[in-house]
């Protein structure tokens, strides 16, 4: 039950693109396409952005974005806000558990 | 309105117990998968638990096998975790969520449980 591997750290300035990497292993990420992506910010409970790899649900806007290769799922947030300054978190489907990713802190320049 | 409202959380010493509660409403309970994360101070978020719909298969995070029991009352609209032999580690915020991963995830705001040493 290893975390999931995310860079500790990601930046943009408003307007530009930013994509967080979530690397598991095909017991995890590889082997399922139940990768959900989560955006926090700091005392708030997290809020579903991305479920099923990149399906979104309603009200998340388009510019957030999913997807997964192999091993590694994405999530892309394009045309940065300064709403989206938060922590990221992937979690994959594993089996019979769930397993987060260790989190991406995304700052708006 | 969906609502998930966690109680019990608070100041416990180590090896002591504490009982979370999870009341639900403005859904069908008892057709939703609901789990429990948690978050240490200044850390990531952490899967502890999960439930099936029924209450009939429960599956726990390597670090609190043994020692957490997560149940449900239907009838009560209520998901429980019971903490035993409590460690250090174990201090965060836990949060009560229905079907994690999926659609219609939805969290409550979390309960602190603090335990001391």
């Known amino acids: 039950q290893s975390a999931l591997t995310q860079p500790p750290s990601a930046s943009g300035s408003p307007g530009q693109s930013v994509t967080i990497s979530c690397t598991g292993t095909?017991?995890?990420?590889?082997?399922?396409?139940?990768v959900s992506w989560y955006q926090q910010h700091p005392g708030k409970a997290p809020k579903l952005m991305i479920y099923?790899?990149?399906k979104r649900p309603s009200g998340v806007p388009d510019r957030f974005s999913g997807s997964k290769s192999g091993n590694t799922a994405s999530l892309t947030v394009s045309g940065l806000q300064a709403e989206d300054e938060a922590d990221y978190y992937c979690i994959s489907y594993a089996g019979s558990n769930s397993v987060f990713g260790t989190g991406t802190k995304v700052t708006v320049l | 309105e969906v609502q998930l409202v966690e109680s019990g959380g608070g100041l416990v010493q180590h090896g002591g117990s504490l009982r979370l509660s999870c009341a639900a409403s403005g859904f069908t309970f008892r057709s939703h998968w609901m789990h429990w994360v948690r978050q240490a101070p200044g850390k990531g978020l952490a899967w502890v638990s999960r439930?099936?719909?029924?209450?009939?298969?429960?599956v726990y995070a390597d670090s609190v096998k043994g020692r957490f029991t997560i149940s449900r009352d239907n009838a009560k609209n209520t998901v429980y975790l019971q903490m035993n032999s409590l460690r250090a580690e174990d201090t965060a915020v836990y949060f009560c969520?229905?079907?994690?991963?999926?659609?219609?995830?939805?969290w409550g705001q979390g309960t602190l449980v603090t335990v001391s040493s």
């Open positions: 095909s017991s995890d990420v590889g082997g399922y396409n139940y």
């Open positions: 439930i099936n719909p029924d209450g009939g298969d429960t």
């Open positions: 099923e790899v990149s």
């Open positions: 969520v229905r079907n994690l991963i999926g659609p219609e995830a939805y």
